[in-house]
Structures are given as C-alpha cells and as structure tokens.
C-alpha cells in the first residue's frame, strides 16, 4: 500500500496546483495559441440572478391556447432565443423552456434591462405572405404596413397551421373547413387576413450582398421543403406580388419577374449596411417556428444580490469552520487529516464549478454547503469503522485499510441514493422551468461525486502518509480512544 500512496500522491499534489490555480481569483485563465490548437479561456466565477440582479422575463408562444404546438418547434426556439441573447454579450445568461409553450430567460447582471427586453421582444418571425389577389399598387403601398396573417390559425383549432401555397384570403367568419374570397380594399380592414405560404423556419442560410447597382440587400437560401412550397409558388404566380413579412409588418412586397425554383432569393429594401446586416442577424437567429410574446418581467436589483452574496459566503464559511471544528475535536489526528481532505474537496469543487461553468445561485450555494455535509459523512464512516478495527487490536495500517474497504459499501450507496434524487429534480426543473431546483440539484450531485473521490482517494492516501510512521500504542489518545 505505500508504493501505491507513493504513486498517487504527486498527482494528487498535481490536482490541488492545478485546483488554486484556477480558483484564483482574477486568475489569468488559460490562453494558447500553437499552430491549430487555439484556446482562449478565462476561468470566472458565474453568478445567478438572484446574486447580481439582473432581467428575468418569461415567453410564450403567442398562438391560440387550443392551438397544437409542435415539441420540436419549441425547442428550436429556446435555442434560437439563446442564440440571440447571448449576442447581449452576457455569457451567464440562462434559457430553458417551461413547459409546452414557455419559454424562460434569465439575464444576470444585465445592466440595460429596457434594451434586453426589446431584444427579447423581437420575435424575429419571418413569412412569405400572398398578395396575389391585390393589384401592384394596392401590394406596394402596404410596404412597411402591419397586417395580420393565418399563420397560427387553423379552420379546425385542433389542427396545426397548413402552409399550402394558396391564392384566397380566408374570412374569419367563414364556416370551420371552408374559405371564402374577399375583395380587399385600401386601407385593409381589421378584419382582413392574409395568407402565410411559409415561414422563416424553413431558411437554411442568410447573408447580406449587394446588388448590380451597389444597393444593399438580404440573400436567403431555402431547406429543402421550403424551396418546394417557393418554387410552386413562384411558379404559378409570375408578375404577383410575395409580401417578406416581418414580425407582421411588410419590409419588402418585391414582384416575382420569374420562378424560383433553386430555393434562392432576396430581400430588397432601402437597406444601409447596419440595417441590411442587423437583419439578417435578426434572420439568422431569430426566425422563429413559433410566434413569442412576453409573458411576464421581473428586474432584479443588485442591492439585494449583493447582500445575498455576503450573507450565503458567510453562511458557507461558518458551516464549513464548524464541520472542521468537530471533526479535529472529536476524531483528534484522522479528523485534522479529514479536515486537509475537506479542503482539497472545496478547492476541487469550485474549480468544477468555473470549468463546467456553473451559474452559481443561493439555492446552488446551499446545495454545495450540503454537499460538504456529504462528504464530511464518507469521513465519519471510515474514522467509525477505523476505531473499530483498532479496538480489536489491529495494527494501524491494515486498519486504515479494513476500515475503508467496510465503510466503502454505506458510502457508494448513500452518496448514490442521493444521485438519483439529484437526477430527478434536475429533470423536474428542467422539465417545468424551475431553475432554483435545478441549481440545487446540480451543485450537489458535483459535489456529491467529487466527494466520493475525495474520500477514495484523497482522505485514504493522506491517512496512510501520516499515520503509517506512528505507533498506536504511544500515542492512542491522537485517534480518541
């Protein structure tokens, strides 16, 4: 066993260098840049909401309650939703979907909650809608008009949205299945809805070019099916008008000169490059197959994140100190070598926290002081069962080893018991949106497993480096016997 102590120590000393050097705080972080192999990462410590304040605002599709939303479609628009706010350059920030239809975004530390909200707003919903059945003029002077379209609306509210080309303008008082034409007029009434031949969620590319005279404009390239459904279109509406429909309002009524059949096109305008390239990021990330709107917004102020800070590191400290307190009191040298081992697992686990990175919340902080209670426990086992070998009068070392290798199966199962609890509310707050359970769970499922290797490795090899040279028989008030 002392060859194999030998073994590990160094590189258990090797991953408590490495441990301090990450926990630092301001560290440098890690930089590299050797041929390929580019790495640029700062190890910070992420903060939730609660703890800096911040934005929290609540989305959810804004279509009929009867209406039937597609699983998938609102997933892509969780990650869509991330995509762009995460171009508000806060790297903290949090997007999980609550629910079939909700969709929730924290923004810790942001500073400017009116733009993040507006960001947040735009819902980016891009549709091909049909103006066919006006006249060039009437088409035309809609452009920048807002209108509303039968996309999320269905004859029968048990049936999604059919995006099949069509030239009919459908009445809302028409009878479920059937369409009925209507003649539109200048200015359009409330009451007119115009037809969505497809949606944004069928671009696959978006860049800005410019054309022959040098204007800016938005190229877009189709999927596969959206270039099928723009192709027929086009195809059996040449000279017609296709509104490009943003957010309901017509940024471009262009006029189909000839079929497009290779699921290529642009979008016209009187574009600059800001606004050309602000759309087509807006395009690229925000073409969203379910129509947002905001729900609910909740703006955290950071005196109260700073006085939450204060007072959860105070509570870590005080329990961590007392944890410490009884064990060198109580177990005498083992618990002095425990209370070492307890702080490798402190180090270790927030350096877990900034790789991973964890997004450090209170309900995190109290799963990770629970966590230290976790692994304070896999000690207590072990020291219990030591005290019992040495009583029936063993030798040191192969007590410390009897003792360990006894104490191992109430560990494994306990420490595993808790794991798939952890699992479970981390599935729940995944599921219904509930980030503070799913902080908890988290930090203490790390913890948990971080603990099991702490006791393993670190607590057994550091018994075996400093009791090995001692005599019992000498010294048995050291072990609280």
């Known amino acids: 066993m002392k060859n194999k102590t030998n073994q590990l120590l160094p590189l258990i000393a090797i991953l408590i260098l490495l441990a301090i050097w990450i926990d630092f705080p301001n560290g440098p972080g890690l930089h590299l840049n050797i041929g390929s192999l580019k790495i640029d990462r700062s190890f910070d410590t992420h903060l939730g909401l609660d703890l800096v304040g911040g934005v929290q605002a609540l989305l959810e599709a804004d279509l009929p309650a009867s209406a039937v939303i597609d699983p998938g479609a609102m997933n892509s628009a969780r990650a869509i939703v991330e995509s762009r706010v995460n171009g508000l350059g806060v790297s903290e920030a949090s997007v999980q979907q609550a629910g079939d239809r909700r969709i929730l975004v924290e923004l810790p530390g942001e500073k400017d909650a009116q733009t993040a909200l507006e960001t947040?707003?735009?819902?980016?919903?891009?549709?091909?809608?049909?103006?066919?059945?006006?006249?060039?003029?009437?088409?035309?002077?809609?452009?920048?008009?807002?209108?509303q379209t039968d996309f999320g609306i269905s004859a029968s509210s048990a049936e999604p949205l059919s995006v099949t080309p069509s030239t009919e303008l459908v009445s809302p008082t028409a009878a479920p299945g059937t369409s009925q034409t209507l003649t539109p007029t200048l200015p359009a009434k409330p009451a007119q809805i115009f037809h969505t031949v497809m949606t944004g969620a069928d671009l696959k590319n978006i860049q800005v070019t410019t054309s022959q005279t040098g204007e800016y404009q938005v190229a877009f390239e189709l999927s596969g099916d959206g270039a099928k459904i723009f192709s027929d279109f086009t195809t059996q509406h040449?000279?017609?008008?296709?509104?490009?429909?943003?957010?309901?309002?017509?940024?471009?009524a262009p006029r189909i000169n000839?079929?497009?059949?290779?699921?290529?096109?642009?979008?016209?305008?009187?574009?600059?490059?800001?606004?050309?390239?602000?759309?087509?990021?807006?395009?690229?990330?925000?073409?969203?197959?379910?129509p947002l709107k905001v729900a609910t917004t909740q703006t955290v102020g950071p005196t109260l994140g700073q006085d939450?800070?204060?007072?959860?590191?105070?509570?870590?400290?005080?329990?961590?100190?007392?944890?410490?307190?009884?064990?060198?009191?109580?177990?005498?040298?083992?618990?002095?070598?425990?209370?070492?081992?307890?702080?490798?697992?402190s180090l270790f686990t927030l350096a877990f926290f900034k790789l991973i990175p964890v997004t450090l919340t209170l309900p995190g902080i109290a799963g990770f002081v629970l966590s230290i209670g976790m692994a304070v426990d896999a000690n207590i086992l072990i020291f219990e069962r030591l005290k019992e070998e040495l009583r029936a009068g063993r030798n040191l070392r192969p007590a410390i080893d009897l003792g360990w290798s006894r104490?191992?199966?109430?560990?494994?199962?306990?420490?595993?018991?808790?794991?798939?609890?952890?699992?479970?509310?981390?599935?729940?707050?995944?599921?219904?949106?509930?980030?503070?359970?799913?902080?908890?769970?988290?930090?203490?499922?790390?913890?948990?497993?971080?603990?099991?290797?702490?006791?393993?490795?670190?607590?057994?090899?550091?018994?075996?480096?400093?009791?090995?040279?001692?005599?019992?028989?000498?010294?048995?008030?050291?072990?609280?016997?």
């Open 407 to 481: 104490a191992w199966p109430s560990i494994r199962d306990s420490n595993l018991s808790t794991l798939i609890t952890c699992f479970i509310l981390f599935w729940f707050g995944s599921i219904f949106g509930a980030s503070i359970v799913k902080g908890f769970s988290l930090t203490l499922a790390l913890g948990v497993i971080i603990s099991m290797f702490t006791a393993i490795v670190v607590t057994r090899n550091f018994l075996h480096l400093v009791l090995d040279n001692i005599k019992l028989n000498e010294r048995p008030q050291w072990f609280g016997l």
């Open 258 to 290: 000839t079929p497009i059949t290779d699921g290529r096109g642009v979008i016209t305008g009187n574009f600059t490059m800001q606004s050309a390239n602000d759309l087509a990021i807006q395009l690229r990330y925000g073409s969203l197959p379910v």
């Open 120 to 147: 947040i707003k735009k819902t980016g919903l891009l549709e091909f809608v049909d103006l066919t059945q006006l006249a060039t003029d009437e088409a035309l002077a809609l452009e920048n008009q807002t209108i």
């Open 238 to 252: 040449v000279g017609k008008i296709l509104a490009i429909v943003l957010d309901k309002r017509i940024i471009s």
């Open 308 to 345: 939450s800070l204060r007072k959860s590191l105070v509570a870590g400290l005080i329990g961590l100190g007392a944890v410490g307190l009884f064990m060198g009191l109580y177990y005498r040298l083992p618990g002095i070598i425990a209370d070492l081992a307890l702080i490798v697992y």
